[in-house]
């Protein structure tokens, strides 16, 4: 079954995510911000991560610099996720090592989209 962690501060958009991501056949983990996300990971590699851009201690950008870090942290696919749209903000999600971007809010088809998009739907 495919992994997904969801790394976001907010409750309602794990929450929403988890339900998409398991209509889709995704077993799902969730982090409350970066730190715990990475600490997610050690415990096993999801094939895909959501994350939030803006979360308390430790930001998205940070966490994704960290797991490309990792030995197996170039595997999972990372699809930002996040309310930030200007083309900066993408360019800099994609140079740290983003395989995708979506805009929140997103719905059921937009997040399947991008995950058909990074090989996962």
């Not at 799902?28 to 996300?37: I, K, S, T």
């Not at 942290?73 to 990372?78: L, R, T, Y």
């Amino acid at each position: 079954m495919k992994h997904c962690l969801i790394v976001d501060d907010s409750r309602v958009i794990r929450k929403v995510s988890r339900h998409i991501l398991e209509s889709l056949g995704f077993s799902v983990d969730e982090a409350e911000h970066g730190r715990d996300g990475l600490d997610r990971c050690a415990e096993g590699m999801p094939d895909v991560i959501l994350l939030d851009w803006n979360m308390p201690v430790m930001s998205g950008i940070e966490f994704i610099v960290q797991l490309r870090q990792r030995e197996g942290g170039d595997k999972p696919k990372v699809v930002f996720c996040t309310t930030e749209n200007d083309v900066a903000h993408i360019r800099e999600a994609i140079s740290a090592g983003a395989d995708e971007y979506v805009m929140k809010p997103f719905d059921h088809e937009t997040l399947q989209i991008k995950l058909q998009l990074v090989g996962f739907a």
